[in-house]
C-alpha cells in the first residue's frame, strides 16, 4: 500500500460537533463539510448560508456527497498526545507497583525486546489498528532507543495513514537505566537521534509529513546532563517537536529536584527543550512559575489523567492551567493507562477534575477536602481530545474548520453494540455530546478520516 495517497473532492451533511476553545461548544446541524483533493477543509457551510444549497446539489451530481443518517454524528478526530508504542503488549499489566518498580521491572524488559523487528513490528500493526478503530487520527508515540524498530514504528503509521509524531528514546544514565537497555553514550544518543529525524523524514511517500521525528529524552532521571544538553542544542537546530516527561510522580519529582535544585519545567528550560514544539507529559507539579516559563514558550502538556491516578500520587491541576491559557490536550498513557480510547481519556480526566475539586478523603471536613477550583466537565475534555491537541502540537488539526485538515470520525449512535442512547425529544444537541463522551465505545466509531483520506471502516 502506497503511502501517497490521491483522494477526489467530497462533502458531508450531517451534524458536526466541535469545539473552537475549552469553552467554546458548536453544535452545526446539517453542515456541509467540503474537503479538497489535499484532504484540507475548504468550508463547512450552515443550512442557511449562501451558496448552501448550491454546494450539495454540486456534490450530489458528482457523486461526491455523503448524507448521514439520524443518529450518525461527524466529530474530529482524536489526539492522543502521549503513547508509549512498545508498552502496548503490557497493557492492563502491573498497574498495582510503584512507577520506579514498574519501570525497572516489567516496562525496560519488555522495551528491550523491540531489537528484534519482527516483534516490532506485529506489535505496532496492531496498536496502531487498534487506535484508529478507536478514533485517534495524530498520536504521540514514545517508541524505543532501537532505531530499526522505531523507523518501522513511522513507516507502518504512514503506512495505514495514521498522523503521527514519533521519538526514539534517548537515555543514557547507568544510575537509573540496566545495562541491558541504555544507549551506550550521550554523543552516540544524540547522533542516533539526529539519524532517525533524517530518517523519518526521508521515508517514501513522507514528504508531506503526515508522520514526524521527535526528540524524546525519556525523562531527566533517564539522562545525563551531557545528553540533555545535546539534545536541547538539536532541538534548537532541527526545529523538531520535543516530548518529554515531566513531574510526573513524587519520586521522580524529588529525584529532579535533589539532582538539579529545581522544578523539571526549569531544568528542561535550561537545556533548552521548552519550546513551541515541546510536549510535557503530566506535569502534575507544576508551580506557578513554571506554568509561567510553559505560557511564554508556548509549549503543551499531555493530560494522562487515567494514570496519574496510577502512578504520579497526584492530579495534575487541569483547570488552573486552562485558566493561564496554557496549550493541553490528553495523552491516554499506554501502558501506564489501560484504555487506547481517548473517550475513556475524556471521562478520567473529567473524574479527577472533580476528585481534585472537592477532594476523596472523608475523614477531611467537606469544607477542607478540596480546593474548590478544579472541575472541568464534557466540554472542556471533548476540546482537551480535539482542538486542545492539536493546539498542544501547533498543527491544523482537532477541529472542524476551515483550512484545516479534515481528521474526523462519524459516530453512529444507533450501534447495537454501543452505549449511547438519544431520546430525540428529551436530548439537546450538548446532551447528545455529552451522552456521547460519557457513553460512546470503539463500536459506534464507523468511520475515521486522516487528511481526507478513509483509513477505518466498519
Known amino acids: 500500500m502506497s503511502p501517497k495517497r490521491a483522494i477526489s473532492p467530497f462533502a458531508l451533511r450531517g451534524t458536526v460537533f466541535t469545539a473552537s476553545n475549552a469553552h467554546q461548544l458548536h453544535c452545526i446541524e446539517n453542515a456541509l463539510v467540503c474537503v479538497d483533493e489535499n484532504g484540507v477543509i475548504t468550508a463547512v457551510l450552515h443550512q442557511d448560508d449562501t451558496g448552501y444549497s448550491q454546494a450539495c446539489q454540486h456534490y450530489q451530481l458528482q457523486g461526491q ?17 502521549h ?5 502496548w503488549p503490557q ?61 518501522e514504528l513511522a513507516r507502518i503509521c504512514l503506512e495505514k495513514g495514521q498522523r503521527a509524531l514519533v521519538g526514539r528514546v534517548a537515555m543514557d544514565n547507568p544510575d537509573q537505566c540496566p ?14 537521534t539526529a539519524r532517525f529525524i533524517d530518517d523519518v523524514y526521508q521515508l517514501p511517500g513522507n514528504t508531506l509529513r503526515r508522520v514526524r521525528p521527535v526528540i524524546t529524552p525519556r525523562f531527566i532521571p533517564s539522562c545525563t546532563d551531557e545528553l540533555l544538553t ?35 519545567t526549569q531544568a528542561l528550560n535550561d537545556f533548552g527543550l521548552i519550546t513551541r514544539k515541546t510536549v510535557l507529559a503530566h506535569a502534575n507539579f507544576l508551580n506557578d512559575e513554571d506554568m509561567d516559563t510553559l ?32 496549550h493541553v490536550g490528553l495523552g491516554s498513557d499506554l501502558s501506564g493507562g489501560h484504555s487506547p480510547s481517548m473517550f475513556d481519556s475524556c471521562r478520567h480526566a473529567i473524574t479527577a477534575s472533580n476528585a481534585l475539586h472537592d477532594g476523596v478523603d472523608p475523614a477531611i471536613q467537606a ?38 485538515a479534515f481528521d474526523a470520525l462519524m459516530l453512529d449512535c444507533r450501534a447495537t453494540e454501543g452505549n449511547v442512547v438519544i431520546w430525540p425529544e428529551l436530548d439537546s444537541s450538548p446532551d447528545i455530546l455529552q451522552k456521547i463522551i460519557y457513553n460512546a465505545a470503539r463500536s ?13 471502516s466498519r
Open 91 to 151: 497493557t492492563g499489566k502491573a498497574l498495582d507497583l510503584p512507577l520506579n518498580e514498574w519501570l525497572q521491572d516489567n516496562t525496560f524488559p519488555l522495551e528491550a525486546r523491540y531489537a528484534d523487528i519482527d516483534f516490532a513490528r506485529q506489535v505496532y500493526l496492531s496498536l496502531v489498528d487498534t487506535l484508529l478503530a478507536n478514533g485517534t487520527t495524530t498520536a504521540m508515540y514514545f517508541a524505543t532507543l532501537h532505531d530499526r524498530s522505531s523507523l
Open 295 to 326: 505560557k511564554a514558550a508556548g509549549a503543551g502538556v499531555a493530560h494522562c489523567p487515567l494514570s496519574n491516578f496510577y502512578f504520579s500520587n497526584a492530579v495534575f491541576p487541569l483547570r488552573k492551567a486552562l485558566e493561564r491559557h496554557l
Open 65 to 81: 456527497l455523503t448524507v448521514l443518517e439520524p443518529g450518525q454524528y461527524v466529530l474530529p478526530g482524536f489526539v492522543d498526545l
Open 444 to 456: 459506534n466509531i464507523i468511520r475515521t478520516w486522516v487528511q481526507g483520506e478513509l483509513v477505518f
Open 179 to 192: 545495562d541491558y537497555y541504555r544507549d551506550e553514550s550521550a554523543t552516540a544518543a544524540i547522533e542516533a
Open 367 to 404: 469544607a477542607s477536602r478540596g480546593n474548590g477550583s478544579a472541575k472541568i466537565d464534557f466540554r472542556q475534555a471533548f476540546w482537551l481530545a480535539t482542538g486542545g491537541g492539536g493546539e498542544a502540537l501547533d498543527l491544523p488539526i482537532g477541529q472542524i474548520k476551515t483550512g484545516y
Open 83 to 87: 503513547v508509549h508504542a512498545p508498552q
Open 230 to 264: 545535546g539534545l536541547g542544542a538539536l532541538a534548537r537546530r532541527s526545529g523538531c517537536h520535543v516530548q518529554t516527561h515531566c513531574s510526573e510522580s513524587d519520586w521522580e519529582h524529588q529525584y529532579v529536584q535533589q539532582r538539579h535544585h529545581k522544578n523539571d
